[in-house]
């Protein structure tokens, strides 16, 4: 009955998480992650070798979907994986925890507390992206299930020894996954050395209650202990290896190849991510300890609401009988809030997943209490309310969490890429990167474009690819040596994009999505949503006509993402701006209608339009056409 609900969790989760899947490219990482694993390329640090290997192999071999799609599935079986893993923690923690009467009803708990991680709104939002963090999740579960197995099974000292051992085999593959599983090494020391300590010392009390503390230390590490030792050692290292696939893949220069770790010094600052040092905060303990208190006054009862201090209660319910267990869960928790509230990102609370997991444990544990308190018959009272326990996150996260439909980011990626001219050089910078990426290099949409993300412009890597892949592209391309400042970098950077766009510009249409600094000198041609740089010399009656002739309205796309509406309607007011600049306020008319059709209260494309109507007004007031310029003069006010 256990396995049977067991296997229940993993194929209901998976439906539920199938049937509200995205049904195409995610946004952030997951196009850079996706397009990655699809051409075995080097995605952003630190690698996840084994993520892209599995993602590679999954899609392959599943028919169904789109390769984005089929990605996203393994994010929902992994997490669904994770879910059952947890299940079965729960059952194996309840039977350590209580005396319940009937053993069987453990099983409700247990699937209560499971279902109630699946739909809190991370886990959730995580299982339906093509993302790292429900493989790591997985991981994390089934770490902590052998970590409890070897637990039950230490008076069997062979069956514990294999159980550490594929702890540790098992402990090395999640390192070649996520560098995130750091959390629980700590407070899997703790949990080993503390379970032996307890093993060795009442084990022969039973013979001489005498036995001193240099005896059990003894005993620990012992010649026979520490080739034990070593032999889990080598079994944590073997998967380690699966690190070498990254300098051994980059030397083959694929299309996506982050970070250069085909040479020893890039190699190591790849893989211990250190281009993402700047992210984690250099303030004072107490500022720490200030964000970490926000984060668990905000961020993770919000995974919970109402249950959240049930949740926090069952854990401390652990010190009960189970003081070991509470302090590996405590340990993970503690490092895990130490790195967050040290890591200065957006979607910090992703990272808090293994936090929520032990939350989840510790509701199944607060909610296992009636079962050894009151009679099993008595319980079937209980019954009704305990299964719509899961219903409460289900029903507040499956409008947020439904993304069946969600097409936004492919048609903002279609949108960007459809309009522009054959050949073009298109030059980026941000997350909206790796959705052209994606449908760039997995889809082959519009195979004649260069791709060129502007922010790794100083790095060796991304000038091996241009030199490989577009050596007739003419700017230089050598890059600082020496490590030099943030604002050194920043310089480096803006200087090769002004000079690709000034060595290049009459040979290949160029495309950016700025309009700053960078582009000053130039002029800039909306195209979809793109601009198209041009030559400042070139004739304003030419400059007029490539305006007129520019593409703006995105079709289907436009129609179906109706967010992608206020990008063109952007470019719109754009061309307006550029005709009203050149005196042509007729065409500057058309352009901010179409705007303002778009959205008619844009008090941006109003006042031009206003201004446009006014200076036509006095055009016609100054040659006497009065009729003509009263109107124009109503038109502006209205």
Partial sequence: MKNICGLFLLFFTFGVYLLT???TIPFHDSGDMVTASWLLGIPHPTGYPLYSLFGRFFSTIIPIGNIAYRMNMESSLFASLAVMMTYFIILK??????????PQSAIIPSVVASLT??????????????????????????????????????RDSQFAIRNLYLFSFILGLSFCHHMQTIFLVPAAIFFVITTLWNHKATKPQRKNPQITQITQITQ??????????????????????????????????????????????????????????????????????????????????NQFGILFLPALAGVFLLLIKRKRVFGLFCLVILANTAHCSHYNIPNVWDY????????????????????????????????????????????????????????????????????????AIVLTKGDICFILWYL???????????????????CHWLMDEITKLKPDLIFDKTVPEKRVSSLE?????????????????????????????????????????FQRVLDHSLPEDEFAKLISSSVIDLGAYQRRSKGLSQSVKGSYVKQGVLFSEMGRNNEAIKAFKKAKEIDSKDTETLANLSKCYYNLALGFDQKGVFKEAEAHYRQAID
């Fill in 93 to 102: 923690l309840i039977s350590f925890q209580s005396a319940i009467r009937n």
């Fill in 352 to 423: 808090y997943i293994s936090t929520y997991i032990i939350l989840s444990i510790g509701l199944s544990l607060t909610l296992s209490l009636p079962f050894s308190l009151i009679k099993h018959r008595a319980l079937l009272l209980l019954l009704p309310f305990l299964l719509l326990i899961p219903i409460l996150p289900f029903s507040k996260n499956i409008k947020g969490q439904n993304r069946s439909k969600e097409y936004h980011y492919y048609d903002e990626g279609m949108a960007w890429l459809s309009p522009l001219k054959e050949n």
């Fill in 117 to 154: 991680l699946a739909f809190s709104p991370t886990f959730w939002e995580q299982a339906v992206i093509a993302e790292k963090y429900t493989m790591n999740a997985f991981f994390f579960t089934l770490l902590i299930f052998i970590l409890l197995k070897w637990y039950e099974s230490i």
């Fill in 489 to 529: 970098l920043a310089n480096v950077r803006f200087q090769k994009y002004r000079e690709i766009m000034e060595k290049n510009i009459n040979r290949y249409p160029i495309y950016t999505p700025f309009a700053d600094e960078i582009t000053t000198g130039f002029r800039l041609l909306p195209e979809g949503l």
């Fill in 220 to 301: 620990i590490f012992s010649i026979r202990n520490s080739q034990f030792a070593i032999r889990n050692l080598l079994l944590f290292l073997l998967p380690l290896f699966l690190y070498f696939y990254l300098p051994i893949r980059s030397s083959a220069h694929p299309f996506i190849n982050w970070g250069d770790p085909d040479r020893i010094g890039g190699f190591l600052d790849y893989i211990t991510a250190k281009g993402y040092a700047h992210y984690f905060e250099q303030s004072s303990i107490l500022d720490h300890l200030k964000r970490a208190a926000l984060h668990w006054k905000t961020t993770i009862p």
């Fill in 21 to 23: 899947l995205y049904p």
């Fill in 440 to 458: 760039h290099y997995v889809e082959n949409v519009r195979a004649d474009l260069f791709l060129i993300n502007g922010t790794f412009l100083h």
